[in-house]
């Protein structure tokens, strides 16, 4: 039998600020959010019984976006800071690091979030 696809996912809190410039709201002026993270790999099984060590994926994504992120003025970070924008740096970023991503979610609110899933065809 094909062993089921597997996929681990850690979540991550961070709080930062941001202003979108374009906006024709609220959110032009500069205010804050506690953004959530969850951030997905999959892969097979390796000879201990794992995609990746919990451990293994908090290190890389505390180090490469959490660390990078946290408290910050996300505007310092990169010119237009919407949500799709950052959850899409925040993939290069990881997979730079060598993550095999399966998903990738940005919260920006309780109630609004960004979904990533790998591009097809590449
Ligand atoms: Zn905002």
Known sequence: MTPPRTRVTCT?????????AWHPGKCRN??????????????PLD?????????????????????????????????????ELLAQRAWELLTEAGLPLAAL????TTDSWVDLSPATGD
């Open 30 to 43: 500069l205010h804050g959010h506690s953004y959530r993270l969850d951030v997905s790999v999959e892969g």
């Open 105 to 108: 979610r940005l919260w920006e």
């Open 12 to 20: 991550f809190g961070f709080e930062a600020a941001h202003r979108l």
């Open 47 to 83: 000879a201990n019984g794992v995609v990746l060590d919990f451990d293994t994926l908090q290190d890389v994504v505390r180090s490469q976006v959490i660390d990078q992120w946290d408290h910050r003025d996300l505007n310092d970070v990169m010119d237009n800071p919407t949500a």
